[in-house]
């Protein structure tokens, strides 16, 4: 019996590093040219960097964790133990709102995909359809869903392999430097959560733990990995794309200012191949791959972080119920999908992405303090893997955090706001509840 209570362990090296890529890929692909409008060229690539450092730290230090308490819960059960139920909580609350939030936007731009191809076919309803299909796939099992995503995964890092070596010959210094720093160091940090959105994800790498083969082994591999994947990928991007003909042409559909665009590779391949060749029709199909990657590997995650909090009866204690038939969190994935349509249908998917990152930062936070804690007050527990030049990497990755968490409550008052009232009502909630239960 006890064989079937549990979630299966079936993932290797491999697969996580296809999950972990997977994740975040769709920020190489829409969104970031946004923070260019914000800061520039040059602004957006001091963001970056600062970003890049802050997901190296954390990267590493969030490893240490995942191989010491290899559970799906991830940040949730790391908190619990170094910080406190309380404290758990909300990191377990922030890690949801971030996978669920994260992939209605993902969807949308899935949806506009569609759309461009098949205009009679409306955005949302065939971001509601795969809503369904994704979250099918995930109920059926982590072998097919985890494969699925490998697949996925390498098609779209080849696409933006094949598009930097399309577009880098056409490379010219000058659209770099071209009006790069329009809205000086205010628009660094206004630019931050755009940065972020390149890298969004990664932590997902941890909610597998329980159904990785040897995650005390492998769960370093598949963060290292990722990460030195996501960081070429990311600078290959940046450069061909506002290489090609200066920031302004990949932010704005007609080039310049006016409505803004989600399709930056689109615009930046156009100027070389035009609209009509061969090669911008099969990479912008092939571009699908990476909206597809991260929307799905985001609700598998979510699956996973959303049914580990209802079986510590944190939260419903249905969501923490394994599918008999599939000993997957299907209960968990059908709730998160829900949410997820119910967001999708508000239309406003800038606001759910900057939403989003709050609850990424929240985690970030609580799981640096939660790693030097735990080094502190638990020196004995068994650490397979052990963060490199520990303490600065985790207080790096703090620092970065907080400092890029006031920046977006300087400039996204309102939504910050507003996920601030969701974390505080769902805690009251709970103590409510808890209190009542006792």
């Given at each position: 019996?006890?064989?079937t209570?549990?979630?299966?362990?079936?993932?290797?090296?491999?697969?996580?590093?296809g999950?972990g890529?997977?994740?975040?890929?769709?920020?190489?692909?829409?969104?970031?040219?946004?923070g260019?409008?914000?800061?520039?060229?040059?602004?957006l690539?001091?963001?970056t960097?600062?970003?890049?450092?802050?997901?190296?730290?954390?990267?590493?230090?969030?490893?240490?964790l995942?191989?010491a308490?290899?559970?799906?819960?991830?940040?949730?059960?790391?908190?619990n133990?170094?910080?406190?139920?309380?404290?758990g909580?909300?990191?377990?609350?922030a890690q949801?709102?971030?996978?669920?939030?994260?992939p209605?936007?993902?969807?949308?731009?899935?949806?506009?995909?569609f759309?461009?191809?098949?205009?009679?076919?409306?955005?949302?309803?065939?971001?509601?359809?795969?809503?369904?299909?994704?979250?099918?796939?995930n109920?059926?099992?982590?072998?097919?869903?985890?494969?699925?995503?490998?697949?996925i995964?390498?098609?779209?890092v080849?696409?933006?392999?094949?598009?930097s070596g399309?577009?880098?010959?056409?490379f010219?210094?000058?659209?770099l430097?071209?009006?790069?720093?329009?809205?000086g160091w205010?628009?660094v940090?206004a630019?931050i959560?755009?940065?972020i959105?390149?890298?969004?994800?990664?932590?997902g790498?941890?909610?597998v733990?329980e159904?990785?083969?040897n995650?005390?082994?492998?769960?370093?591999?598949?963060?290292?990995?990722?990460?030195?994947?996501?960081?070429?990928?990311?600078?290959?991007?940046?450069?061909?794309?506002?290489?090609?003909g200066?920031?302004?042409?990949i932010?704005?559909?007609?080039?310049?200012?006016?409505?803004t665009?989600?399709?930056?590779?689109?615009?930046?391949?156009?100027?070389?191949?035009g609209?009509?060749?061969f090669?911008?029709?099969?990479?912008i199909?092939?571009g699908?791959?990476?909206l597809?990657?991260?929307f799905?590997?985001?609700?598998?995650?979510?699956?996973?972080s959303?049914?580990?909090?209802?079986?510590?009866?944190?939260?419903?204690v249905?969501?923490?119920?394994?599918?008999p038939?599939?000993?997957?969190?299907?209960?968990?994935?059908?709730?998160n999908?829900?949410?997820?349509?119910?967001a999708?249908?508000?239309?406003?998917t800038?606001d759910?992405?900057i939403?989003?990152?709050f609850?990424?930062?929240?985690?970030?936070?609580?799981s640096?303090?939660?790693v030097?804690?735990l080094?502190?007050?638990?020196?004995?527990?068994p650490?397979?893997?052990?963060?490199?030049?520990y303490?600065?990497?985790?207080?790096?990755?703090?620092?970065?955090?907080?400092?890029?968490?006031i920046?977006?409550l300087?400039?996204n008052?309102?939504?910050?706001?507003?996920?601030?009232?969701?974390?505080?009502s769902?805690?009251?909630?709970?103590?409510?509840?808890?209190k009542?239960?006792?």
């Open positions: 019996m006890a064989k209570e549990g979630l299966k362990k079936t993932l290797t090296p491999f697969m996580l590093w999950l890529v997977g994740y975040v890929i769709s920020g190489m692909y829409f969104g970031w040219n946004l260019l409008e914000k800061g520039g060229t040059l602004g690539a001091i963001a960097i600062i970003i890049m450092i802050m997901y190296l730290t954390f990267s590493f230090s969030y490893a240490e995942a191989c308490i290899p559970k799906a819960g991830g940040v949730f059960d790391y908190a133990k170094a910080l406190g139920k309380n404290i909580f909300i990191a377990g609350i949801m709102i971030e996978f669920i939030f994260a209605p936007a993902i969807a949308f731009a899935i949806g506009a995909y759309n461009a191809f098949f205009p009679q076919v409306p955005i949302l309803g065939s971001a509601i359809v795969i809503y369904f299909i994704f979250t099918a796939l109920i059926y099992g982590i072998k097919a869903a985890a494969s699925f995503e490998v697949v995964t390498i098609f779209a080849a696409e933006l392999l094949l598009f399309i577009t880098l010959p056409k010219q210094y000058s659209n430097i071209q009006n790069n720093f329009p809205n205010s628009g940090f630019a959560p755009f940065a959105w390149f890298f969004l994800g990664i932590e790498i941890a909610n733990a159904e990785t083969k995650p005390q082994k492998h769960i370093s591999k598949g963060f290292g990995w990722s990460i030195f994947t996501l960081v070429i990928l990311c600078v290959l991007v940046f450069i061909s794309t506002i290489g090609i200066g920031w302004e042409a932010v704005y559909k007609n080039g310049k200012f006016g409505e665009s989600d399709s930056p590779l689109p615009l930046a391949l156009s100027m070389v191949t609209n009509n060749h090669l911008y029709h099969l990479l199909t092939i699908l791959f990476g597809v990657a991260s799905h590997g985001l609700i598998l995650a979510a699956g996973r959303t049914y580990e909090m209802g079986k510590s009866n944190s939260i419903p249905f969501l923490g119920k394994l599918s038939k599939f000993q997957t969190p299907a209960n968990a994935l059908i709730g999908m829900v949410i997820g349509i119910v999708l249908l508000s239309g406003k800038g759910i992405i939403i989003s990152v609850g990424a930062l929240t985690l970030y936070i609580i640096m303090i939660s030097m804690v080094r502190k007050n638990d020196p004995k527990l650490r397979p893997f052990k963060v490199p030049l303490p600065l990497f985790p207080i790096l990755a703090l620092v970065i955090a907080c400092g890029s968490f920046a977006m300087i400039y008052l309102k939504l910050g706001l507003i996920y601030s009232t969701i974390i505080i769902i805690f009251l909630l709970y103590k409510f509840f808890k009542a239960s006792q």
